[in-house]
Structure formats: structure tokens, C-alpha cells
């Protein structure tokens, strides 16, 4: 089936570095979406990415939708201590039909920024 | 506009009891998810809806789950009888279909099964 692989896992950083993660997937996928879930809440929507090639930037943000369509890319410059949580990258599930919306979602990279 | 409202926001019951679970979606959202997140398991769906009617429950993990969306705007996700291991985060999503797979989702309900 269908699975997104997310990396790192993990990241401790100091504040001000940058952070970069990946997601890959072994399907092809149409649309790339990044999420954010802060400590107590649900995920928010970062990025959406519906092209080959397309790299979208949202302020310190930028997410790439690889050429393959098998891999996403997130970037955030100069971190800051609000970064903090975790990152999801989604994909939409296909099995031939229609997927009516439904996500599959990798298992999530924790940052961690240090003051 | 309001997101996606769930409530409680957290529930603490003993084990054997019934637990129901709300959520309200964005209006004109004609999609609707039930997920559960764990430490272990990360963010699972169990169910979902489309226009009002249920799609896809193989994610539910057994009869003691069952969820309703009686009308556009309200959804319940119940359990019964609660099990220490039902513990976990329970997040209900929605979307529109038509703008893609965009899932905006709730603040989600902590429960607690002692």
C-alpha cells in the first residue's frame, strides 16, 4: 500500500540554524501536503504542493514537490523557538477511485529548537 | 470563520463506560474524518464521510467503535464500552472536496480511560 516515510525522526537544533526534512514514498503521489502540529493541538496546513517541481514558499518556509512526484522536501530558515513541534507530510490516498480526500500521512519529524 | 469544532476537549472516564465524542465541521466542507493518534501508532484514521455518509470504516478497531453523521454540520464518534487502551488523541478533520485533498482539522479531544 501507500506509506510516506518521513526524516529525520528527530531534530535537536539551536535557534537561528535551519532544519531541512524529507518525505518519500515508494507510489507515486499527486499532491504533497506539510503539516504542523503544535504541543495540545491539531495539525495545520504549512504547504500545498500540486506539481511536479513546484516549490512553494509560506515566510521562513519552503517545500518542494520532487520531480519524481515520489519525495517532498520542507525547509525552514533561521528557526525560531515557535517551530517547535511536529511535521507531517500527506499524500492522497488513490486505489483506483476516488480517494475523497483521504490522507495518508507519514509518522511525523519532531523538532526541538533550542533558545 | 470558525475551524473545526470538537468537543469535550478532554475526557477522563473510568473504564466500561461510554464515551461520545462531537465534532462540527466547516461549513460547506462535504468530507469528514475521525482519526486517533498515539504515541506508538501515530495518526490513524478510523472513518470517514462523505456527503453524510460513511465511506470507509475499516480503520475503526472493533465493534466497541462506531461513529454517525446525522447532518452536514455534526458528527459523534462513540465508544462503548471505553478501554484503558482506547487512551489516546482524537481528531476529527474535514474538507472540500473539490479544492483537493485539504484537510483542515479540529483541536482535537484527549481522552482518558482509567
Known amino acids: 500500500g501507500q506509506q510516506l516515510n518521513q526524516s529525520p525522526q528527530s531534530m535537536f537544533i539551536q535557534e537561528g540554524e535551519d532544519v531541512s526534512m524529507n518525505c518519500t514514498s515508494s507510489?507515486?503521489?499527486?499532491?504533497w501536503l506539510w503539516y504542523k502540529q503544535d504541543p495540545g493541538e491539531g495539525p495545520v496546513l504549512l504547504i500545498a504542493?500540486?506539481?511536479?517541481?513546484e516549490l512553494t514558499s509560506n515566510g521562513r518556509l519552503t517545500a518542494q514537490f520532487g520531480i519524481t512526484r515520489k519525495d517532498s522536501f520542507l525547509n525552514i530558515s533561521a528557526s525560531i523557538p515557535s517551530d517547535v513541534g511536529i511535521y507531517f507530510c500527506?499524500?492522497?490516498?488513490?486505489?483506483?477511485?476516488?480517494?475523497?480526500?483521504?490522507?495518508?500521512f507519514g509518522q511525523g519529524t519532531i523538532l526541538t529548537v533550542h533558545p | 470563520d470558525a475551524g473545526v469544532i470538537q468537543s469535550p476537549r478532554h475526557e477522563v472516564t473510568e473504564m466500561g463506560q461510554e464515551v461520545t465524542l462531537r465534532c462540527k465541521p466547516i461549513?460547506?466542507?462535504?468530507?469528514l474524518f475521525w482519526y486517533r493518534q498515539t504515541m506508538m501508532r501515530g495518526l490513524e484514521l478510523l472513518i470517514y464521510?462523505?456527503?453524510?455518509?460513511?465511506?470507509?470504516d475499516s480503520g475503526m478497531p472493533e465493534d466497541r467503535f462506531s461513529a454517525k453523521m446525522p447532518n452536514a454540520s455534526f458528527s459523534t464518534l462513540k465508544i462503548q464500552p471505553s478501554e484503558p487502551r482506547d487512551s489516546a488523541v482524537y481528531f476529527c478533520?474535514?474538507?472540500?472536496?473539490?479544492?483537493?485533498?485539504?484537510?483542515?482539522f479540529g483541536p482535537g479531544t484527549r481522552l482518558l480511560v482509567l
Open positions: 507510489s507515486i503521489f499527486n499532491t
Open positions: 500527506a499524500g492522497p490516498r488513490s486505489a483506483g477511485g476516488t480517494s475523497y480526500g483521504k490522507l495518508t
Open positions: 504542493l500540486y506539481k511536479a517541481g
Open positions: 464521510f462523505n456527503n453524510n455518509v460513511p465511506i470507509d
Open positions: 461549513s460547506g466542507h462535504n468530507s
Open positions: 478533520a474535514s474538507s472540500l472536496r473539490v479544492l483537493g485533498e485539504t484537510q483542515y
